[in-house]
Nanobody
Framework: QVQLVESGGGLVQAGGSLRLSCAVS????????TGWFRQAPGKEREFVAA????????YIDESVKGRFTISSDNAKNTGYLQMNSLKPEDTAVYYC????????????????????WGQGTQVTVSS
């Protein structure tokens, strides 16, 4: 059974930091890459960042580039999203997801290409 479990969300003031974690089980890791998406109230789900499980070929959306960093730890089967200099517009539910490696380079930002999703973790940034 495949499981992706996010943690680390919470309430933070603008300018603060949070680190989200995504613990993955039941997946053949070498065949999948991990992505992070977010969805704010009344908005569509949007791509944030993605990375292979080997920690290579990371992609970061322009809206968070320079503030967010994505990484993965194979030994712990866990992916991370380090979020610094948070802004109120970063407020959303953040989801991690897994996409097959053969689709990664061409479709890393497309939520419909991801096979497995976590339940999401709320991030709220106050002004």
């Amino acid at each position: 059974q495949v499981q992706l479990v996010e943690s680390g969300g919470g309430l933070v003031q603008a300018g603060g930091s949070l680190r989200l974690s995504c613990a993955v089980s039941g997946l053949p890791f070498s065949r999948y890459a991990t992505g992070w998406f977010r969805q704010a109230p009344g908005k569509e789900r949007e791509f944030v960042a993605a990375i292979t499980w080997s920690g290579r070929v990371p992609y970061i959306d322009e809206s968070v580039k320079g503030r967010f960093t994505i990484s993965s730890d194979n030994a712990k089967n866990t992916g991370y999203l380090q979020m610094n200099s948070l802004k109120p517009e970063d407020t959303a539910v953040y989801y991690c997801a897994a996409v097959k490696m053969e689709y990664y380079s061409s479709s890393y930002s497309l939520s419909g290409m991801y096979d497995y999703w976590g339940q999401g973790t709320q991030v709220t940034v106050s002004s």
